[in-house]
């Protein structure tokens, strides 16, 4: 079973525009599955990042995976401000500090620090320059893993520094003895590899059972727990549907998750798994607040954006401003806040539809008037459609660019419990 869906999708001849959710559902296999970097991936990649890099948009989705490719990523990845529930997990006593160089074959790794928050495996890392590395094995008191891994790229004053996030398939004891293996990279055949005791952090961790039941687009779904912790929140959602119709269908199933008062909530990694018999769909969130005691899924069916046109529209100096962007509503430009060559741009959308945190699935950039992009971190939510974007000043006029968008096929909604 481990093979057979990837081996499916490699000899299905792919239309461009099923191509992102072949992608992401060929990525993420269960056994030696790897998220990110997707240079390793058939299915036409090299003809898709073309697109990619002619459009500049491309799903959400996808989005998120390329957007760590440090080729493609045009935003160094923050942990401060990307994922809160990591930084609280790097902070904790159970934290090992390693710093350990390994070199073989003339390339040194260093291993800075790892921990264990009970879900994720985090490595953070550095050598002199990126190198693709595949495959990243690693071993649980001697025994192999099945894992889905992750790179993403951190900021650096020399070389190259980043984090792998590793996702464990299996449950795993509180304490064990960890092995990280590492025998390939970019064309070069070595051995680096470093051993640690390693404890799951203080998290307080609380399984909420949920048991909901129903139906999606005529798909039957069930949501078995909610996983919560002080280092993030896990949702699994399951679609009782042959997995590889479900990846490669027009009508591809996303969701736009939100606390009780509608305000979104920041989705940090989101993952489709293929089992036997269903599709899981698994969501992990930032630590809840105090003050959200329930999370609403409002699900739809995502736009194909091979479709969809651009717009570009001159900031004004004048607010509010309004800007169409299809039969979906309105963005309304409220105030640009200064702060040195710094500028906040705050926006809210007059929309029946509730966008995510980072307001997809629509895509939205500041620009200058050659198109160069200005922003220097994610649009992220602050309120019910309230959204800020922090771009550079560069003088001269500013752009924003979006995507026109049709009415979108708004699905069911759900609300789970998490008191």
């Known amino acids: 079973m481990e093979n057979n869906i990837k081996k499916a999708i490699e000899q299905i001849d792919v239309p461009m525009d099923k191509l992102d959710a072949a992608l992401v559902q060929g990525v993420n296999q269960k056994v030696k599955k790897q998220r990110r970097p997707l240079l390793k991936i058939a299915l036409g990649l090299v003809a898709t990042l073309v697109i990619v890099l002619i459009s500049g948009y491309f799903s959400s989705g996808i989005a998120r995976v390329l957007a760590t490719v440090p080729i493609l990523g045009n935003l160094y990845y923050t942990i401060e401000e990307q994922d809160k529930g990591l930084q609280i997990a790097l902070s904790d006593a159970n934290k090992v500090v390693l710093n350990e160089s390994v070199t073989s074959a003339g390339v040194t790794v260093t291993f800075e620090e790892i921990v264990y928050d009970g879900e994720r495996l985090h490595v953070i890392f550095s050598m002199d320059e990126f190198r693709d590395i595949y495959p990243l094995n690693v071993f649980v008191d001697g025994y192999r893993v099945n894992q889905a891994e992750s790179s993403r ?244 006029d500013v752009y924003i660019h979006l995507l026109k968008m049709p009415k979108l096929k708004v699905l069911e909604r759900f609300e789970l419990a998490v008191e």
Do not use: C
Not at 255 to 279: C, H, M, R, S, W
Not at 347 to 369: G, L, M, Q, T, W
């Open 153 to 396: 790229e951190l900021e650096s004053d020399t070389g190259y520094r980043g984090l792998w996030e590793i996702d464990i398939e299996e449950e795993l004891p509180d304490a064990f003895l960890l092995t990280i293996q590492i025998r390939h990279m970019r064309g070069i055949e070595g051995d680096w590899q470093v051993t640690t005791p390693i404890e799951k952090v203080n998290n307080h961790e609380k399984i909420i059972t949920v048991h909901q039941k129903g139906t999606i687009d005529g798909i039957d779904y069930e949501v078995d727990e909610l996983k919560i912790s002080d280092t993030g929140t896990v949702l699994k959602v399951r679609f009782f549907e042959d997995a590889l119709k479900i990846a490669v269908s027009d009508d591809r199933i996303a969701a736009t998750i939100t606390d009780q008062q509608g305000v979104p909530l920041n989705v940090v990694d989101f993952d489709k798994i293929a089992e036997e018999k269903a599709l899981v769909y698994q969501y992990r969130l930032e630590p809840l607040a105090p003050n959200v005691k329930s999370l609403a899924l409002q699900f739809y069916i995502e736009p194909n954006f091979a479709e969809l046109k651009e717009i570009n529209k001159l900031l004004t100096h004048k607010q509010p401003q309004r800007i169409s962007f299809g039969k979906i509503g309105k963005l309304v430009v409220t105030d640009v806040v200064e702060q040195g060559d710094l500028r906040t741009l705050r926006f809210k959308v007059e929309s029946d539809f509730a966008f995510d945190y980072s307001f997809s699935p629509n895509n939205i950039d500041v620009r200058n008037h050659a198109g160069e992009s200005l922003k220097t971190d994610f649009v992220h939510a602050v309120g019910p459609n309230e959204y800020e974007l922090t771009y550079q000043d560069v003088g001269g």
